[in-house]
């Protein structure tokens, strides 16, 4: 076999076992891709030495710090400012034109309402209104007397409380006519204290409760049998016991309502506010507080308030404020209950005088607006229940009887 005939067999089997190198192009294309995918700090990272990258890391945290600092000391300032507006902003007032012609009625501020009695009816005026002269400068008491008076309520938009307040109660009214005649009344505030709404504790108003002088032996006696029932008085330990179940959310409930219900006493609760409000706002929480109470006792197997007539007669609650908005600063709201339990109240309009607004004669309506600030897990003003259970205790610790000659 010549020469020129191998040859094309060797170029075949050259080609047969030729194995061709693998190519570099797709794995630099790979590796261009990943670094160009990378993010700027990533690859910057990656050429700084690890002492860089810790002092970069410091510094991010320490910014951080700062900065949850500065958004902490941020969010407390401007509710400190929240708090100063909703407290401060309205304390000063205008003087009003008859500021200068205030009399010097003792015991009484102006604008309380204080009453006289005439035949078949009742008629409230205000101190130093045309009817009711208050007395000369010459027959009045001295500065101490007329401060001794004034009770501190701890709040300088109302500023104190009269320790008296004198009323009409109609002793003949039995429900089933006119009354005979209208005796007027002294009444002897047991406590006082501030409503407050909110988290903040922005003040509403002002409330004191007040019963009739010549009630406060029935109500030292209703006391007392709750912890002895042959006792005339108490002493150090019985008295702790009876504050105790006074400021318990359950027992204190069943002690005040055999006061309300059962000792016939006559009382007064008396509302100022401390900001302009209106009266829904003062509606509705007495009627959420007597939902919550009722309910509370249905669900101990209680039907006292489960007929129709309890239903009419919150209806008639609601009615008095119906149309009525504002309640201004500075203003006299009172709710009276007499001996068998029925509600008025009485709003001091300003030049217009004190005008009754309405009543309401289903006693468990009236008992329960007062248990709202006596009684429960949750009282329209703590401060007010613990200034009324502290008023009792000093008339407890004396013999039945003998308080109310000492007030008068």
Known sequence: MNQSTLSPLLRQATRLHHVPKPSLRPIIRQQRFASSSRRPQETARLSLDPITLRRIDAQRR???????????????????????????????????????ARGNMPGIERGTPVVTGVTGGTEIRKAGAEGIAPPSPSSSRS?????????????????????????????????????????????????????TVSFLGIQVYVVGLYVATDDIAALQQTLIRAIDPVATTLVPDEKEKLRAKLLDADVGEEVWTRVLKDAGIRT?????????????HLRDGWVRGITARTQKAAQKGSVEFEDEGFAKAIGELKGIFAGRKALPKGKTLLLTRDGRGVLRAWLDEGDKGVSKMGEVRDERVGRQVWLGYLAGKNVASESARRSVVEGVMEFVERPVGTVATQVV
């Open 62 to 100: 320490a910014h951080r710090t700062r900065r949850s600092y500065y958004l902490g000391v941020g969010m407390f300032v401007s509710m400190g400012a929240l708090y100063f507006l909703a407290t401060s902003v309205d304390r000063w007032r205008e003087p009003e034109q008859n500021d200068s």
């Open 143 to 195: 500065d101490t007397e007329e401060q001794a008076d004034q009770v501190p309520t701890g709040t300088s938009t109302i500023p104190t409380f009269p320790r008296t307040l004198h009323l009409t109660s109609d002793a003949n009214d039995d429900g089933k006519g006119p009354a005979a005649a209208a005796v007027p009344t002294e009444y002897h505030l047991m406590g006082l204290g501030v409503r």
């Open 268 to 280: 007064v609760v008396r509302i100022v506010p401390t900001r302009n409000t209106d009266f829904m």
